[in-house]
């Protein structure tokens, strides 16, 4: 549009003159334009809540992995240290001896009994946070002078709690073949102090919260009797050890 100096006519009312710099120049953008700006804007709202949330979790996954590892750590020195099964310890209390006697002339020896030793122990837990039982697998055994007098089977299942002392019965019996009359009579003997030797092998279980441990055992208990077999003699002295495996 050019610049105009003449005047409009006097006559004519509706008209108006708009007088624009050479200079400036109006444009208008196109409409697609407008589109684009739109759907700029509406999108990165959406990325940045995105890239926000899995920010979030990729925290949390980092944090969970951490504390699993502390734990397992925590546990690994727990189980080394505090919940590390120590031996059971054991005391022989009461030894006890049935069909000792000569058989009765009329009877011969099918009709006899094999002679029986009962014996008593006494099982301590030293272990402050675990317990163990018994899991009945084993054998016993009894030795007089060198010689196996009797054979049985191991402790039968039972629960010991910490610090809690049990009763542990067990049963022996002759070894198949009649005990020589040189035995015989020493164990019958009222004054000799009779030095005998108890070995049981039997497998135990140390039970915590924290772990499970199933261990071998060989219990061997060296001890003496005063007084004669064919009653209840009293044991003099004692002394078991324990071996773990």
Known sequence: ME???VPPPANDPGTYVVQIPRNQVYRIPPPENARIVEQHTRNFPQKSRKCGF???ICWLLLIL?????????A???LRATLYNPKSPEFELTQFHSKNLEQPLPNKTLSHTRPPEYDITLHATNPNGRMSFSFLGAGKSSLVFKNKKIGHGGAPSSSTEEPNNPIR?????????APLREAIKKSLADTDETKSMQLEI????EFN?????????IVITCDFKVKGS??????????ECRTVCS
């Open 65 to 73: 992995i951490l504390l699993g590892i502390v734990a397992g750590i």
């Open 168 to 176: 542990i019965p067990i049963a022996l019996y002759g070894c198949g």
């Open 229 to 238: 077999l064919l009653k209840i003699p009293k044991v003099s002295s004692q």
């Open 208 to 216: 915590s919260w924290a772990r499970n441990e199933r261990k071998d």
């Open 54 to 56: 899995s920010r979030i």
């Open 201 to 204: 092998e039997t497998s135990i």
């Open 75 to 77: 546990l690994l020195v």
């Open 3 to 5: 610049e105009r100096d």
